[in-house]
């Protein structure tokens, strides 16, 4: 079993587990679910630096990256320091994050937040409005194109927009009008393996209007420039920082420095 397979059926049975602790109604009766949720795309559109800075505390292929960080601490400097938008991974079990994350990351935030995880069912998306999001990731891999859509639209109507991600040319099919951002994700989640050169493969194959967000393995300034002549509007970037005792010092070092290393 790929190491995707194992983290969507440990996400189905996680999903199952609590739904039956809270209800849909319930999630959507808490006080952030009323909040007015602020526009990723069009901050992305507007940005100078583009950098969705991510909280990120472990992956499936390299563990703990940095386990002692503190969300809000990390999501604070990010926001002070230039970030268009910031990711909050809310996996437990493979990215060593919670939705706990995501409620603190908002209390400190007053950009918009992406919910970073493998969605599956509409119950996360109402999890992604209770716990204060703006945005929720859509992975081509994890779905069929049919699931992708439905999502789609159940996540606007409640006001979410979508980064659909996608990493193979056979999944050019899932980009629609309806996908807010389209993010090519440099990392093959089957194997892990990551090569920046899939954002320049794949780019002039999206359409124009999409606006682009290249995800993962973004280490240069040099490639921010390159992407960006391409037409990307958005760099996704985790790791990198997180391996710092202070992530939000490497953001600093690729704004003030205009290097990203």
Do not use: W
Not at 54 to 81: C, D, L, M, T, W
Not at 87 to 114: C, E, H, K, N, Q
Request: glycine share 8%.
């Amino acid at each position: 079993m790929s190491v995707l397979n194992r983290i969507l059926k440990t996400k189905q049975e996680e999903v199952t587990e609590r739904k039956n602790r809270i209800s849909e109604r319930d999630l959507m009766s808490t006080l952030l679910a009323g909040r007015q949720r602020l526009s990723m795309r069009k901050a992305l559109e507007e940005s100078a630096t583009g950098i969705i800075a991510e909280f990120k505390r472990k992956s499936p292929s390299g563990g703990f990256i940095h386990e002692a960080a503190g969300v809000q601490e990390v999501v604070g400097g990010y926001v002070r320091n230039g970030a268009a938008a910031c990711s909050v991974l809310t996996d437990t079990d493979y990215f060593g994050g919670s939705l706990l994350d995501l409620a603190m990351a908002r209390r400190v935030s007053d950009i918009p937040l992406l919910r970073k995880d493998f969605i599956v069912d509409f119950y996360q998306l109402a999890e992604a409005v209770a716990y204060g999001a703006d945005a929720v990731l859509l992975i081509a891999a994890a779905l069929s194109p049919a699931q992708c859509r439905e999502l789609a639209d159940a996540a606007h109507g409640l006001g979410l927009e979508i980064l659909l991600e996608i990493h193979r040319e056979e999944e050019l099919e899932y980009v629609s009008p309806e996908m807010d951002m389209v993010g090519i994700n440099n990392r093959n989640l089957t194997t892990f393996e990551t090569d920046i050169y899939t954002s320049f493969r794949l780019a002039s194959q999206v359409p124009v209007a999409c606006l682009k967000v290249a995800e993962s393995g973004i280490r240069a300034m040099e490639t921010v420039v390159g992407l960006r002549r391409l037409g990307f509007r958005g760099f996704l970037i985790g790791e990198h920082f997180m391996r710092e005792a202070q992530p939000a010092q490497a953001l600093i070092r690729g704004v003030k420095r205009n290097a990203i290393n």
